[in-house]
């Protein structure tokens, strides 16, 4: 026999269980189908956590062309369904409820392991030998930022039908483009009050008519069934109360010329996973914004005689952080203050200005185009920054 007539099985070194082979007897050349598969721990319990760390899987998966990305999630806040509805990269989702979960022995693949998986689809799925597995510190928010191009989640073409009927009948004018608009208010049910998160209701009106008045918008306002009622009015239409209403503001969010933020909370993340351009005010992070045109427009930190820390020295020493605040500058006598009325209503005509190029509903951007770089690179190279804006003129007066 010529040894050049053997097959060339040199594809089995990559080969897993369960897949399937086949062999190319003009090529002599085996072939296999194995894509390369992600592992994520969808760990977080809060909303704009859960969809964040969603998103950084998604958006590792399409660095890959041929690839495969399984999740594993506790399907324990009513919100969670559904954002894992919205991610369209995920190929395949293991949940546990209550006490149970999945040990780490399950990935141990070889013979006579001493724990089975109860499911025999768990190696089918090739979930017991991923090729990456992202913890949730892997998966590191600020490092997003360096990962573009950024995956987008996308509404089941079953459920935009009625969905888009649902903000028909609420009040949306299909004719005229409208705003998110969202801020954190105490009451919500699965997260404690935070004094320097909580809105209360007075500037929301003030900002609504504003955009009502001003832009000719309409607004939509998503939250909590919890949220202080705001008096209607025409042009503004209110579904934090709406039912089951997860896939509802996700939808309006995907559909909205812009997102305005009046302080730091978790339904901002639908407009990064949407490519939605966002005004994130009141921010006491840097968290939030993935790409331009959207900003973030940071709460002040005053000393103690009442001066202002200007912004370039505050981010030059890191003092951008809840963390760093109240934990650290706080003894010193420094304290965050809140943007301006005024400076809320800046930030709105910014971001207003910046999506000129929409005058109805959004519609969904074409598909993604990625160069699929085929890495994914430990530690994370530093991000780049996220674009901080203020408005010198409408600020309140410091010492």
Not at 359 to 384: I, Y
Request: glycine residues 8%.
């Amino acid at each position: 026999m010529n040894p050049e007539d053997l097959p060339d099985l040199r594809g089995l070194k990559d080969t897993k269980n369960y897949q399937s082979l086949e062999y190319d007897p003009r090529k002599r050349v085996l072939l296999t189908n194995r894509p390369f598969t992600i592992f994520a721990m969808l760990l977080d319990r809060t909303l704009g956590d859960f969809i964040y760390r969603n998103l950084f899987a998604a958006t590792v998966r399409l660095r890959f062309r041929n690839s495969r990305l399984i999740v594993y999630y506790r399907p324990d806040r009513p919100y969670k369904d559904p954002i894992i509805e919205l991610n369209p990269y995920i190929s395949w989702a293991w949940k546990s409820e209550g006490s149970n979960g999945i040990p780490i022995d399950y990935f141990d693949y070889m013979g006579g392991r001493p724990v089975r998986p109860r499911d025999k689809f768990w190696f089918h799925s090739l979930s017991a030998e991923p090729d990456l597995v992202l913890t949730p510190s892997i998966m590191d928010f600020d490092g997003l930022r360096g990962l573009a191009p950024f995956a987008r989640f996308a509404v089941p073409s079953g459920r935009a039908g009625p969905l888009h009927e649902q903000l028909l009948r609420a009040g949306v004018n299909k004719h005229r483009w409208f705003c998110v608009l969202h801020y954190r208010e105490a009451g919500y049910r699965d997260s404690d009050a935070q004094i320097d998160r909580d809105l209360k209701a007075e500037n929301p009106e003030a900002i609504i008519d504003h955009i009502i008045q001003q832009q000719d918008g309409q607004v939509v306002r998503i939250g909590h069934p919890g949220m202080t009622p705001i008096p209607a009015r025409p042009g503004f239409v209110d579904i934090s109360g709406e039912n089951e209403s997860v896939l509802l503001h996700a939808y309006a969010v995907s559909r909205a010329r812009y997102f305005l933020e009046l302080t730091p909370s978790g339904p901002v993340g639908f407009a990064s996973a949407f490519g939605v351009p966002m005004a994130r005010c009141n921010a006491l992070s840097t968290l939030g914004p993935l790409e331009k045109p959207s900003f973030a427009m940071m709460q002040h930190i005053v000393g103690p005689q009442g001066q202002r820390v200007p912004r370039d020295v505050a981010v030059a020493k890191g003092l951008y952080s809840t963390l760093a605040v109240k934990k650290v500058i706080a003894r010193y006598g420094f304290h965050f203050v809140r943007n301006s009325l005024a400076e809320l209503c800046a930030a709105a005509n910014e971001i207003f200005e910046r999506t000129a190029d929409v005058q109805g509903w959004r519609l969904p951007g074409p598909p993604l185009v990625s160069s699929f770089p085929e890495e994914f690179t430990l530690p994370l190279a530093p991000p780049p920054g996220v674009e901080i804006i203020e408005f010198p003129a409408a600020m309140a007066n410091f010492s």
